[in-house]
């Protein structure tokens, strides 16, 4: 019995944190999955997601943010009221001690303002993470399909199965 | 003497009230669940359009009789929302197969200022080969936005060196007579959209069957 549960939960433990997750660590944070979207050369914006947890029980608070890629950067995160959605500057986002924080399509995001060139599938975007109380911390996204819904490290490993469409990946996975 | 003009006015207060969430439940909410998913349209929504493609041409909604088409709302200077959007259209056309084809995917822009046929034919391939980019002057959107029920607004920010648009954010389904029969609220799925798609393109294919006997 005893047995069971343990090699249960291994096998969970396994599941949760596949060995090419897209993990970055630092003293503070354990930020995963962090990623954003290819954009076309006149589009001047992108977006930046990820889950960000705090290694401890300490809380914090993501002030702002920096990168090479964009002339400025900035959080934001959306409210819909009547059906309209309404993206707006956020002034930061709070890291429980004990859970995590997911910037998500619909939701958070960190906004690249001003690209200095198209972000390219399959490239890394760099960024600057700025705490309130850890001070910076730097980290890269990995850039998926303009269409895509969440990082391609986050999808199940059978993400190949195509629906027939000649235009093939757009990132969405099965 | 009090408590009548209290009663009055409470009278009054629940009358607006309720006056004012049935108006704004007509706006927002002018569709029903329909077991063929999405929802199903019971008030006119759509009619003619002339806008300008993202190739230059000037088209008019003609060009979309005898397929169906999946038209979302949106502008290119939206890192979020609208890639959301159209990356789900690109899916769904993906899971209907061959069925896809008779599927012409639209997005028609909010922010004609910034999207340009130039800005949109840069940006529509991004998401799907066929995904056909619609702008036109601030007067032509305006027409459409209100035929379609679409609410817009720029959003300046003093902070900001640049405006963002709020917009609803619908995906419209029509038929090959140009009639909308469904509309999919943001964040419903690929495969839920394209069951809607598969369920109407089946409900007129036996429609035709029952008139004349044969398909088409």
């Known amino acids: 019995m005893i047995a069971r549960f343990i090699s249960a939960s291994v096998t969970i433990l396994f599941l949760a944190t596949p060995a090419w997750a897209n993990e970055q660590r630092s003293e503070h944070f354990l930020i995963s999955h962090a990623w954003s979207r290819a954009t076309a050369p006149s589009q001047k914006v992108g977006a930046v997601f990820m889950t960000i947890a705090t290694n401890g029980d300490k809380t914090d608070r993501l002030i702002g943010a920096l990168s090479s890629a964009a002339e400025s950067v900035q959080i934001h995160g959306h409210t819909t009221v009547n059906n309209v959605m309404r993206m707006r500057q956020v002034g930061g986002i709070d890291i429980p001690a004990d859970g995590d924080i997911t910037l998500a399509p619909g939701g958070l995001h960190i906004m690249l303002i001003g690209l200095k060139a198209p972000l390219l599938e399959n490239t890394l975007v760099p960024l600057v993470l700025e705490f309130e109380k850890a001070g910076t911390l730097e980290i890269e996204a990995e850039v998926e399909a303009p269409g895509a819904k969440q990082a391609s490290s986050r999808a199940p490993a059978k993400s190949t199965e195509s629906h027939g469409s000649s235009s093939g990946h757009r990132g969405h996975k099965h | ?216």
């Open chain 2, 1 to 216: 003497m009090q408590r009548k003009l209290f009663i009055f006015v409470f009278t009054i207060v629940v009358v607006v009230f309720f006056l004012g969430a049935w108006l704004n439940l007509r706006v927002v909410e002018p569709v029903e669940s329909t077991p063929v998913g999405g929802m199903a349209v019971n008030v006119s929504i759509g009619g003619p359009f002339e806008l300008t493609n993202h190739t230059g041409a000037r088209v008019t909604d003609e060009f979309l009789r005898g397929s169906y088409a999946l038209i979302y709302f949106g502008y290119t200077f939206c890192p979020d929302i609208c890639p959301t959007g159209l990356g789900d259209i690109a899916v769904t056309l993906d899971e209907l197969g061959d069925d896809g084809g008779h599927v012409i995917p639209v997005m028609i822009t909010i922010d004609p200022e910034r999207d340009t046929p130039e800005v949109l034919a840069d940006y529509v391939p991004l998401f799907h080969e066929r995904l056909v980019g619609l702008t036109g002057t601030e007067a032509d959107i305006k027409d459409i936005a209100e035929k379609y029920r679409v609410f817009y607004r720029r959003f300046e920010d003093p902070n900001l060196t640049f405006y963002l648009m709020d917009h609803t954010s619908f995906i419209y389904l029509l038929d090959p007579k140009g009639r909308t029969v469904s509309m999919f609220r943001y964040g419903t799925s690929p495969e839920e959209m394209a069951g809607s798609i598969r369920k109407h393109m089946l409900s007129r294919a036996n429609t035709y069957q029952t008139q004349f006997g044969s398909p088409p």
